[in-house]
């Protein structure tokens, strides 16, 4: 079934029905191209620059074959050849202006693909490590999922939005030692200084005194003193090894703490996934799965990955550790899946995470992921395909890191030290709604500066802004009309004919298709771009011509209601509010 929208359907296949005769082995690849100025047409084709060498013939001379065998039609005024040999096309005005009850008709819908919804696609997004808030970077790899989320569906997708939950790893221990320490410190016990390696932000501090109110540590004490004498250097932490001082203190937490070890840890996990879901779900963001990595482990499937692999002859043995070679499959070395202590890497949890997207029957899998993790793409694909599945419906887009500017000065983050601009501080100082479109004006793999004193901005510089002040117009227009908009359904709308609506006719129309490529393209900084076009185009307009009290008025106020409708789907879609009053 196309995609393409109706009108633009009907004109392909008036212009195959010419083609038929000429050649017809060329008609499937029959494309349209929107023009860019109104002198060249509303839309054009270069059929005939790519029918000329097959048929050995000039190019203008195919597209003068094609005119002539053109029919009429009620959709077109007249169609040109132009340059080289392209075919442009002029609607007719009546076929301009169907767009407007074509929107107004559909509502939301407008855009919406007829397609079958037999495509399921799984999309992973901001899966950040549970170990404290989300900051401003992970709140770009958010709105670009969930708006990424929106589009596809918009296009004609079954969407899963996915968030993998890391829970199995060694960060969450580090968190879980890091609380302990802290609460130790908080009983006046904890004689040396807490490591610089652990996590310090005040969450650990609140979370350490709940720990203490909710479970019984033990004799702290000599807890302290066992910590010393298992772990020496804790004292003089200027020496040593950081990280093996903190394996360390991980292996002594354990063994001292026992089953309450276990408690705390999943008490922790619980604290950090609780504000992790309150924090997005405050930014628009909801996700249908919350996938545990520890869920892999438990129920044998990294072990299961891993013996597949070694059956297949991908694995080797080096010096007590397991080793896949991802060299054959193009990865630039070979990766570990295996200590030598017996412990499974992350690499071979994200194996069986991958394996388990396959073997749940999504047609497409795609992972969004922040930009230094670009090395490891390589090595996932490879041991995918050494398991046998096809890498072709994988797709990882990545997204570059976010800069934050207050008044000219960079902010630094850091999520083990606590010194970070949290996601949910960003949405207290610029609101969601800036927030949300903000991270999605730029493509997701360039670097974003964000600049707070625009985003907070009311003027015409800021897009957010500016585009929602244009829906506010129209619903301000229309309640100072204050008719029943239904009425504005089968209005005569041949009085629009300004360039100023040809324009907006041409960007309306075009919305459906804009869809569909920022789906294909994995960019929904496509519509951001849009509806900023959009809205220019209609405060330009609302600026040149009457809306009330004009032989025009119903017509032009049915073109308003078509582009109010397009905003607020727009804006929805990416996660933004459609106020009618500013």
């Keep these: 079934m196309s995609t393409l929208p109706a009108l633009e359907q009907n004109l392909i296949d008036w212009l195959s029905g010419a083609l038929t005769s000429i050649a017809p082995e060329y008609v499937?690849?029959?494309?349209?191209?929107?023009?860019?100025?109104?002198?060249?047409?509303?839309?054009?084709?270069?059929?005939?620059?790519?029918?000329?060498?097959?048929?050995?013939?000039?190019?203008?001379?195919?597209?003068?074959?094609?005119?002539?065998?053109?029919?009429?039609?009620?959709?077109?005024?007249?169609?040109e050849l132009a340059g080289a040999g392209f075919i442009n096309i002029f609607l007719s005005s009546a076929a301009r202006q169907s767009v407007v009850m074509e929107i107004l008709n559909g509502g939301s819908l407008y855009a919406q693909s007829d397609q079958e919804n037999d495509r399921r696609?799984?999309?992973?997004?901001?899966?950040?490590?549970?170990?404290?808030?989300?900051?401003?970077?992970?709140?770009?790899?958010?709105?670009?999922?969930?708006?990424?989320?929106?589009?596809?569906?918009?296009?004609?997708?079954?969407?899963?939005?996915?968030?993998?939950v890391n829970d199995a790893g060694r960060q969450m221990d580090i968190l879980t030692v890091s609380t302990w320490l802290r609460a130790l410190n908080n009983t006046g016990k904890l004689s040396f200084p807490f490591p610089a390696n652990g996590y310090q932000g005040d969450y650990v501090l609140s979370m350490a005194q709940d720990a203490l109110d909710r479970f019984s540590l033990g004799d702290t004490e000599n807890m302290v003193s066992a910590l010393l004498h298992a772990c020496p250097g804790l004292n003089n932490q200027d020496t040593g090894d950081e990280e093996a001082q903190m394996d360390c203190l991980i292996a002594s937490a354990k063994t001292l703490l026992g089953d309450i070890y276990q408690n705390l840890h999943a008490f922790v996990l619980a604290q950090q996934l609780s504000d992790c879901r309150d924090d997005l779900q405050e930014f628009g963001v909801v996700f249908d799965e919350w996938f545990s990595e520890q869920s892999l482990f438990d129920s044998g499937s990294v072990a299961k990955i891993v013996e597949r692999l070694s059956e297949a002859g991908h694995l080797y043995r080096d010096q007590g550790a397991l080793w896949f070679r991802s060299t054959a499959f193009g990865d630039e070395k070979d990766r570990v899946v295996q200590r030598d202590n017996g412990l499974y890497t992350y690499f071979a949890s994200d194996i069986a995470y991958h394996?388990?997207?396959?073997?749940?029957?999504?047609?497409?899998?795609?992972?969004?992921?922040?930009?230094?993790?670009?090395?490891?793409?390589?090595?996932?694909?490879?041991?995918?395909?050494?398991?046998?599945?096809?890498?072709?419906?994988?797709?990882?887009?990545?997204?570059?890191?976010?800069?934050?500017?207050?008044?000219?000065?960079?902010?630094?983050?850091?999520?083990?030290?606590?010194?970070?601009?949290?996601?949910?501080?960003?949405?207290?100082?610029?609101?969601?709604?800036a927030a949300r479109l903000f991270y999605v004006l730029r493509k997701s793999d360039q670097h974003l500066d964000f600049d707070l004193d625009l985003a907070r901005a009311q003027s015409q510089d800021n897009p957010v802004y500016y585009i929602q002040y244009a829906h506010a117009r129209i619903s301000r227009v229309l309640e100072r009309w204050g008719g029943n908009t239904d009425l504005l359904h089968s209005v005569d709308l041949s009085a629009l004919i300004q360039p100023e609506e040809v324009e907006l006719f041409q960007i309306l129309r075009a919305y459906p298709v804009l869809i569909q490529q920022a789906a294909q393209e994995l960019a929904p900084h496509l519509l951001a771009f849009y509806l900023r076009d959009l809205a220019a185009s209609f405060h330009g307009y609302y600026n040149a011509v009457p809306f009330l009290d004009c032989p025009e008025a119903l017509a032009r106020l049915a073109l308003l209601k078509s582009i109010q409708i397009v905003l607020r789907d727009g804006l929805t879609l990416l996660g933004v509010s459609a106020p009618d009053v500013m």
Aim: aromatic share 8%; hydrophobic share 40%.
């Design 121 to 164: 696609v799984l999309v992973e997004f901001v899966s950040s490590n549970p170990t404290g808030p989300l900051h401003v970077g992970h709140g770009r790899g958010a709105a670009y999922g969930a708006s990424l989320c929106n589009i596809l569906e918009k296009a004609g997708y079954q969407v899963h939005r996915e968030y993998y």
């Design 28 to 79: 499937s690849r029959l494309t349209l191209e929107r023009t860019r100025q109104a002198n060249h047409g509303d839309y054009a084709s270069p059929i005939a620059l790519q029918l000329a060498k097959s048929l050995r013939l000039p190019p203008r001379e195919v597209a003068q074959r094609i005119l002539a065998l053109l029919p009429p039609s009620v959709l077109i005024d007249h169609v």
């Design 355 to 433: 394996v388990n997207k396959f073997e749940r029957g999504f047609d497409r899998l795609i992972n969004v992921w922040g930009a230094d993790h670009h090395g490891y793409i390589p090595r996932v694909e490879a041991a995918l395909i050494a398991l046998g599945y096809d890498v072709a419906h994988l797709s990882v887009p990545l997204v570059q890191f976010v800069s934050l500017f207050r008044q000219g000065e960079k902010a630094q983050m850091s999520t083990r030290k606590g010194q970070f601009v949290t996601l949910r501080h960003l949405r207290e100082e610029v609101g969601r709604d």
